[in-house]
């Protein structure tokens, strides 16, 4: 509610009614409700732009613009729309009442039951609900707006910076070329560690943009098959030196409503770093699907080394690694990226890991919508 | 040298190291046209009509090839792309977009325009290289081109 007096404003057409809400109002009001009355709706409309009412007493049957007519005209001021109108039925009405509640009316009241309670009630609920309405709004422009404006930055710092990283890159590679007879064991290792310096920058801002990316307006969904996105990861999949071979079997996996971009990446990280985070034997990596309800629960589970279950929480924060170290290469971002696609689906994902063991990462998603009678969701699939 | 006579290649590249490494790469891979090198769309718009800069030019300069990249500032190579495509004379020079740009939508956008081929240039120096080797066997070596047309005017 606001500080200061509550402003109620009254439209009813009938005198003695508008009198009887007056004074049920006066009787029970903590501190005074500022009245205004009007017996026209037309002139109604005005008092809401100037006298800026917290809330309306509109009788239904009121000539000229009728209350659903009311609601409708106050709802295409964006400054009123949450003012919430309380309307005013005879007896009998409640059909019109309801239709009324649909259509935006706060609450109703029947004329023959009123009582200064319970329009004093109806009065400070309906302000109080307007106005978190009206916070919950503010905020939420507020936080979309920020986001945005993140996601842009973010978008345009990582452009911008990937220019001239490149450009080191490539000119350290032709400088290389050019001396490469004449360079010294210390020369050459010197420009190689130029060049890994700039490549991890590289990859670091890419993925960053590809972080920023995910969530900044809208994306195209189509439907997927998860099956095919695998598949195709694990065809191209490039070993890291020291690992010649993976074992990945891929379950019978089910198509779904999304971004076939992001889905990609998705599976590309999950298999990477089940690869990355390997023990000494070959990995064995298992990509399961079950259904449970009306969601696809995806698992990515590998025989690595773990993660340690105090670091279950940070793992899926921008910019975090467990190791430090430099045995294993890494941004810090794939796992947020994660975080971000499933959660952009629909879905939500979390870890299980044991250090002796392995880890599974357990993602979920709605199944699709349009459900054909022969579609493959609708079995259960190990 | 193959099916293409000695006509100008013509590079609109923005990035100066994507251009050293392209002149270089197709210089490596034994090609020995003429090289002309546009900054962006803009240039490479008043090169092809012989305008600006360019207006002494004679048919000669007209090129056998276009290597084109896409993000350029001011006319970008989407723009250059789908103007030279829609004129009858020019649009017979074959377009290779080559570009660090993935994006599906680039690619589809591309082809949708009329570009002949569509090259990521690769990230790796020495595969950069070998694509450039490539892209010379094949559009140099493999397929024939038009036998340049006088302009209509």
């Known amino acids: 509610m606001n500080s200061g007096s509550t402003t109620v404003l009254i439209i009813d057409d009938c005198a003695e009614d508008r009198e009887m809400l007056c004074r049920f109002l006066k009787q029970n009001a903590d501190q005074p409700f500022r009245i205004i009355e009007t017996d026209s709706s037309i002139e109604g409309l005005e008092l809401c732009q100037t006298e800026h009412p917290d809330c309306v007493l509109l009788d239904y049957q009121i000539p000229e613009l009728d209350g659903l007519e009311f609601i409708e005209s106050l709802s295409q001021d964006n400054s009123r729309r949450f003012l919430p109108v309380l309307m005013l039925t005879g007896q009998g009405n409640e059909d019109v009442a309801t239709k009324a509640m649909k259509n935006g009316a706060a609450d109703y009241l029947v004329k023959g039951k009123l009582t200064p309670t319970g329009i004093y009630r109806a009065v400070t609920k309906a302000i109080e609900k307007s106005s978190l309405l009206r916070t919950n709004e503010k905020q939420r422009a507020e936080l979309e707006r920020s986001q945005k404006e993140l996601e842009q930055f973010a978008y345009t710092a990582s452009h911008d910076l990937q220019a001239p990283v490149r450009r080191i890159t490539k000119f350290l590679e032709l400088l290389q070329m050019d001396l490469n007879d004449q360079l010294t064991e210390r020369s050459r290792d010197y420009l190689e560690r130029a060049k890994k310096g700039a490549q991890h920058m590289q990859r670091f801002i890419q993925d960053l943009l590809d972080y920023a990316i995910v969530g900044g307006g809208s994306h195209g969904f189509e439907s997927v098959e998860l099956q095919h996105v695998v598949k195709d990861i694990v065809a191209q999949m490039e070993f890291p030196l020291g690992c010649t071979s993976a074992n990945i079997s891929v379950g019978s996996l089910p198509a779904i409503s999304g971004n076939r971009t992001f889905l990609n990446q998705l599976f590309q990280n999950l298999l990477g770093n089940a690869i990355k985070f390997r023990r000494e034997d070959p990995p064995q990596i298992n990509v399961t699907a079950r259904s449970s309800g009306f969601t696809w629960i995806i698992t990515v589970s590998d025989n690595g080394i773990g993660i340690p279950a105090e670091s279950f929480d940070k793992i899926f924060g921008v910019f975090q690694r467990l190791n430090t170290g430099s045995q294993v290469e890494g941004t810090g971002i794939g796992l947020a990226l994660c975080k971000k696609i499933v959660e952009l689906h629909g879905g939500r994902i979390w870890v299980e890991s044991n250090t002796q063991v392995g880890t599974a990462f357990h993602f979920t998603f709605p199944h699709e919508e349009t459900e054909k009678p022969n579609l493959q969701s609708q079995q259960t699939v190990q | ?153």
């Open chain 2, 1 to 153: 040298m193959g099916r293409v006579p000695g006509r100008p290649i013509l590079l609109v590249e923005n990035s100066p190291e994507d251009l050293e490494i392209t002149v270089r790469s197709l210089r490596m891979a034994g090609l020995n046209n003429p090289i002309v090198h546009c900054t962006d769309g803009d240039d490479a718009l008043d090169y092809l009509y012989r305008r600006g800069a360019y207006c002494e030019h004679d048919a000669s300069w007209v090129p056998g090839i276009i290597f084109l990249d896409l993000n350029m500032p001011g006319t970008d190579g989407r723009e250059v792309l789908e103007e030279l495509k829609k004129d009858p004379d020019l649009k017979v020079i074959p377009i290779v977009v080559l570009t660090t740009s993935a994006d599906e939508r680039d690619v589809h956008d591309c082809y949708a325009r009329g570009a002949n081929s569509y090259i990521q240039k690769p990230l790796d120096f020495e595969k950069f290289i070998q694509a450039m080797a490539r892209v010379r066997d094949y559009w140099f070596e493999v397929v024939i081109i038009p036998e340049q047309m006088e302009r209509a005017q």
